[in-house]
């Protein structure tokens, strides 16, 4: 009941913020993009908050509690494509976003290409940020299952609740100083908690000798292997995170919002080597949770337990907020990306083109509230919190990687070469991924493939449309 309680009061705290922050939000550049006025410390902030969500808290603790060590590069791998954001592609969207004044990648892809390639990536993000939604709201259930015995259901109804009232009153002012709350508590509970239980376990060497003890030799030796039992779980997780954290339009769409390019590159920058250093801190909560409680029903229900099992109350409480904290901010993330693609990509770009301001905030919000539902309905039927993030972190890049990047670095691919190679990679990634039930072909991810075919076909068809141009009579 006290967990509750806490979780309750926090709750509240960060909706009355959204609130207070909400009298910013009168016109739909101060909801969409902030106006343009944040600063590299909200940037950086904004940016942290959102990946350090399910997949980097109960999803990484999981995989840590399954793999040991290994599962850094699950964490590890969105910093290093982070760090590649903010030398590339971060400063040189924002310069186009400013230049032309953009709110959304579907705007970008609009002007670089045309509606039709706008129209298919919004529709195919949609889907996959749905999944991703999906993913937050089922952490933030697992937690208060344990917790307070809510059902997986209840669960997220009461997570999607919380996030969307706080987003739709503010939109991205509300999401980046509401982040700041949230980032001081969850690093402020990651770090404290890891100390006292590593403390409590004599160190690294304690789990060492604990964990071979009951493993053996030779399995202890590949969960305490940084590559575990070989590259391919590494390879996996770099192919599929660290393209999704350069073309995210999540992260790019917030980037728009900065105040200059300094403050992309510094923010951004920052937001990468934070990344890098805490991707081992939920794996080790995983690695004691497996010394401790080594027979549990899931390993997702690794960092739940330990919060209600291995620390003292007031600990607990603090580590609770700072898992809530992650869970709601990567969670409004994804309500962002899905709020606005709904109202200015596919909205406004195909229904309405003259509608007015007041017009698009209430499109907007009601877009984020059904948004919110949508993905609770789709958390209770989803089993785990990464398989939810897969399928969003697969489909983002199968779909973005290629137009985003080509339409930034040259201007000789056509937008119908652009469509096809969407096409291609999207269906290329998902049949390999069916056929070898996610296993990928001889040990290399699906995506690799489908990213490489699609860049053939992108190639291919330009040359095609080209060639079809020249030899067309003057």
């Known amino acids: 009941m006290t967990f509750l309680v806490i979780l309750c009061a926090y709750a509240v705290l960060m909706i009355a913020l959204g609130a207070v922050v909400s009298r910013r939000v009168r016109a739909s550049s101060d909801f969409f993009v902030a106006g343009r006025g944040l600063g590299a410390g909200l940037i950086f902030s904004t940016l942290l908050a959102a990946n350090i969500g399910a997949g980097s808290t109960v999803g990484a603790a999981g995989l840590g509690y399954r793999d040991g060590l290994s599962a850094w590069w699950w964490v590890g791998s969105a910093g290093i494509g982070s760090v590649i954001l903010a030398l590339t592609v971060g400063p ?134 940084f590559m575990g039992n070989g590259a391919s779980s590494a390879v996996r997780y770099f192919a599929i995170l660290a393209p999704s954290f350069v073309v995210s339009p999540g992260l790019l769409q917030k980037l728009f919002g900065a105040r200059d390019e300094r403050a992309v590159r510094v923010g951004v ?118 398989s939810a993030l897969t399928i969003f972190y697969t489909l983002l890049t199968a779909a973005l990687l290629l137009p985003l990047v080509a339409g930034l670095y040259t201007t000789r691919v056509s937008a119908r070469a652009a469509i096809i190679s969407i096409a291609t990679s999207v269906t290329v990634t998902f049949a390999l991924e069916l056929m070898s039930k996610g296993a990928g072909v001889i040990g290399v991810p699906s995506l690799i493939f489908g990213v490489l075919t699609g860049g053939a076909a992108m190639i291919i068809a330009n040359a095609l449309e080209k060639r079809s141009t020249s030899l067309r009579p003057g």
């Open 269 to 386: 920058g920052a937001n990468a080597l934070a990344l890098l250093a805490y991707a081992i801190v939920p794996v080790l909560m995983g690695i004691i949770a497996r010394s401790r409680f080594p027979a549990l029903a899931g390993n997702e229900l690794a960092l739940p337990t330990l919060l209600t099992q291995a620390l003292p109350v007031w600990l607990g409480a603090l580590l609770l907020a700072a898992i809530f904290s992650a869970e709601l901010s990567a969670a409004d993330a994804a309500l962002f990306m899905m709020s606005t693609s709904l109202s200015k990509d596919l909205y406004k770009a195909f229904i309405s083109p003259d509608a007015t301001e007041a017009r698009l905030m209430r499109v907007a919000r009601a877009s984020a509230i059904a948004c919110g539902a949508a993905g609770a309905m789709l958390a209770m039927l989803l089993p785990t919190v990464i």
């Open 92 to 225: 040189r969207i924002w310069r186009v976003s400013k230049e032309r004044n953009l709110y959304t990648v579907g705007d970008y892809l609009e002007s670089r290409y045309n509606r039709s390639v706008r129209g298919l990536v919004a529709l195919l993000l949609w889907a996959g940020s749905l999944s991703i939604l999906a993913g937050q709201l089922i952490a933030v259930a697992w937690i208060l299952n344990v917790v307070a015995g809510v059902s997986k259901p209840l669960g997220c109804v009461i997570a999607a609740i919380v996030i969307t009232t706080y987003f739709t009153l503010g939109g991205l002012h509300a999401t980046a100083r509401v982040n700041v709350l949230q980032l001081t508590v969850k690093l402020t509970g990651f770090l404290i908690a890891l100390f006292y239980l590593l403390k409590a376990g004599n160190g690294i060497s304690g789990l060492n000798s604990s964990l071979t003890a009951s493993l053996g030799t030779e399995q202890s030796a590949s969960y305490f292997g």
